[in-house]
């Protein structure tokens, strides 16, 4: 039998539609508000009359951003960055957390606190800086010369998603693996055939993460990328704002564009984001599970 | 283990004299080949330990051996040459950053870093802590499921867009006017000034040159971009309760009121504290990242945190040693605070979080 709602439930239910609708909308604003004024014409951005929908429709801007190849250099230095650094932190992560989750392992607890400690304690911005430094002398004396190299390799380990992956195939039971043993199978074998298969979502959630941050990442590519052709996007980006950010920019500009400096900005956000909008809705079901799954160790 | 003397000599009644004690020449043997019983287990497993070497090395090389690089923090020298040549400086550094020997702007600076980072943490800990919970609780009372996805999907968004992308956007909509070009202030600049909330001058200056306006700023851009994400956790405990709990309560006459006291809030009440704990501990490890982005020179009386000043004198400028020891004496506190965090959570509540 449906019993009918208490008037405080009925309140209740009300309120959290309307927060949660206003909220979700301001989430969302934000995102329309910048395709709306990346294609919207000069006046109407210069005046600020742009509420939702673009006004004075123009596509000059994208164009010019398409047009310009140092754009597409930092798109593809941020695809390679991506792409690679993924690669190599799944690679030592995955061989790390299930080595460390074997009970048998011998100085396990060393091992653990090893890792454990680097999230506590940092040895902060300057040392790590310099260390970057150091090491971009030794790649370059071992004439590796492109730093996009020395971003992928020495940037962006994280413990914290070794420790979820860890976590993560300690609750493959131990059953499972010792029939595969008992089958033939090497210690590779087990790890591919089994325990891989047996933890996707906390994989990808955790590649997620790794390729995330890396998509994302700035301060050090910005620090020790010297060459502006091997510049990530974001780098890219916040060039073109610092550039941008000056008002009296503005005052010669109309007479050689249909479009204000900050529709540049714009369209170089949408650029930036549209391809985490198209993997972020696959990949969404998996990592709320694998946030849940991970965090907390009993 | 204890050592006694008769371990190692007994009294040989046949000859007379102590001779050394058989047992003990066993046990030295034992202990003579410990590590190369430790080989043998770990030649037999080899494979495990070579997966381990990898990670070991990235560690080593870009974790640890800047913490080795601190050591510039007591040694006196600004160039960037290799520590181990510079002379000591002992606690120089720290002197002068703690009392103002030798640098009083500087130590006033450092001070007002300090301040900043707590502050600006301490205020998202007040404002930002609550809100997921209570979005956890607002998603619970959807009881569709493809409209609840569609919130969540929506919410989690902003956590994904990069910290330049979100500064951007935040600089964007708070900008500056300008006359000669007849740029007009941002969106919501205008807003709040057509609300009357700003005056016209402020927004024509730009609110994010404005230093009462950037903890605000930076709280709110915080709360957009992780409020929804933060929820997950929260949500999977209110989901947890099982709906004859709310039954029970409500033919006992419980309202909506009743049920989140009686009901909910002992149900994630052990997550909520696990949760505050982590946040109180993680008080003074804020994401440099985005201070950086937002501040500028007039905004640094409550925008600068001791990473951003470490930033500008250690990697802009050239005060290494000293940005150094302004850092290592932040981030020793953290840990400290962390590690307590994780003590008092492990107590509360059987769990720990690593």
Known sequence: MKRKLEVSELIFKLISYLLLTMFAIGCLYPFIYTISSAISGYEQVRDSTIILLPKNIQFDAFRDVFNDNVFWNSYTNTLFLTFYGTIWEMMLSVFG??????????????????????MWFSAGMVPQYLNYLATKRAFQGMGIMDDKWLVVIAMGMQ?????????SFENVPSEIEEAAIVDGATEMQVLWRVYLPMSKSILATVALFFG???????????????NTNEQPLQVYLRLRLEEYSDPELTTNWQMSHSYAPDSV??????????????IYPFIQKYFAKGVNMGGVKE | MNVKATDFLIFDEESGTYIE????????????????????????????????????????????????????????????????????????????????????????QFWRAFRN??????????????????????????????ARSIYQVLTYLPKFMSTVVMTSLVLMLVKQGSDTSGMQPGVISQLLESLGLISTETAYAGMLNNPTFFRAIYQISGIWESAGYDSIVFFAAVIAISPTSYEAAQIDGAGKMAQMRYVVLPAILSTIVI???????SLLNIGYEKVLLLYNPNTYVTADVVSTF?????????????????????NIIGMLLVIGANTIAKKASDTSLY
């Open chain 1, 97 to 118: 957390a299930y080595a460390l989750s074997k009970k048998r392992l011998l100085f396990r607890k060393g091992f653990n606190f090893f890792l454990v400690f680097t």
């Open chain 1, 159 to 167: 413990a914290m998603n070794i420790i979820l992956l860890r976590n």
């Open chain 1, 212 to 226: 995330i941050s890396r998509w994302n990442g700035y301060f050090w590519a910005r620090q020790m990328i010297s």
């Open chain 1, 265 to 278: 900005i714009y369209a170089l956000i949408v650029c930036s984001i549209i391809p985490i909008l198209v």
């Open chain 2, 21 to 108: 004690n058989p047992e003990q020449a066993v046990r030295d043997d034992v202990e003579k080949h410990h590590w190369l019983n430790v080989l043998k287990t770990v030649l037999k497993d080899w494979r495990l330990y070579l997966m381990l070497v990898p990670m070991i090395v990235v560690f080593l090389l870009w974790r640890y051996f800047p913490m080795y690089e601190l050591l510039g923090s007591f040694k006196l020298t600004e160039d960037a040459k290799a520590v181990a040549d510079q002379y000591y400086s002992g606690f120089s550094y720290f002197r002068t950053l703690l009392t103002g020997v030798g640098n009083l702007e500087l130590s006033a």
């Open chain 2, 117 to 146: 980072t707590f502050l600006l943490s301490f205020y998202g800990l007040v404002f930002g802590f609550p809100v997921p919970i209570i979005i956890a609780l607002f998603f619970n009372e959807i009881r569709s499921n493809i």
């Open chain 2, 275 to 281: 949760m505050l704990i982590t946040r109180i501990g």
């Open chain 2, 310 to 330: 470490a930033q500008r004198n250690g990697i802009a400028g050239s005060l290494k040693g000293l940005a150094s020891a302004a850092e290592m004496m932040n």
